[in-house]
């Protein structure tokens, strides 16, 4: 699927959505929005499969589920991101706290 993928939340040779299992459709999803973010998010592995109908809702679904789905996201990412560099590090780059949602544990598949 194109060019090496980085991640520090999933490996990215395990091709599985992180959150529904599927095996089709797989999408390279940056777990940080805006362009810029993108970027880092790159550089730094925050970025995972997504199959495209969770792909989908995630970006584009203005439910509250969604929405605390995509944040638990982040909150996860930033935990993972601080176990390898700091958060004081995570602070500089994000300058935002990512607090856990319950929904946090819907990605069964990280
Ligand atoms: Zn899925
Ligand atoms: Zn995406």
Same mark, same amino acid.
């Given at each position: +699927?194109?060019?090496?993928?980085? @991640?520090?939340?999933?490996?990215?040779?395990?091709?599985? *959505?992180?959150? *529904?299992?599927?095996?089709?459709? =797989?999408?390279?999803?940056?777990? +940080?929005?805006?362009?810029?973010?993108?970027?880092?998010?790159?550089?730094?592995? =925050?970025?995972?499969?997504? *199959?495209? $109908?969770?792909?989908? #809702?995630?970006? $584009? @679904?203005? #439910?509250? %589920?969604?929405?605390?789905?995509?944040?638990?996201? +982040?909150?996860?990412?930033?935990?993972?991101? #601080?176990?390898?560099?700091?958060?004081?590090?995570? +602070?500089?780059?994000?300058?935002?706290?990512?607090?856990?949602?319950? #929904?946090?544990?819907?990605?069964?598949? %990280?």
């Amino acid at each position: +699927m194109g060019r090496k993928k980085k @991640s520090i939340l999933v490996n990215p040779e395990r091709e599985v *959505c992180a959150l *529904c299992g599927s095996q089709t459709d =797989l999408e390279w999803h940056h777990v +940080m929005h805006g362009t810029a973010n993108r970027q880092i998010a790159d550089k730094y592995g =925050l970025a995972l499969w997504l *199959c495209h $109908s969770c792909h989908e #809702e995630l970006h $584009s @679904s203005k #439910e509250t %589920i969604w929405r605390d789905i995509d944040k638990g996201l +982040m909150a996860y990412a930033q935990r993972k991101f #601080e176990e390898k560099y700091d958060h004081a590090k995570w +602070m500089q780059l994000f300058m935002k706290n990512y607090e856990f949602t319950r #929904e946090a544990a819907l990605w069964k598949y %990280i």
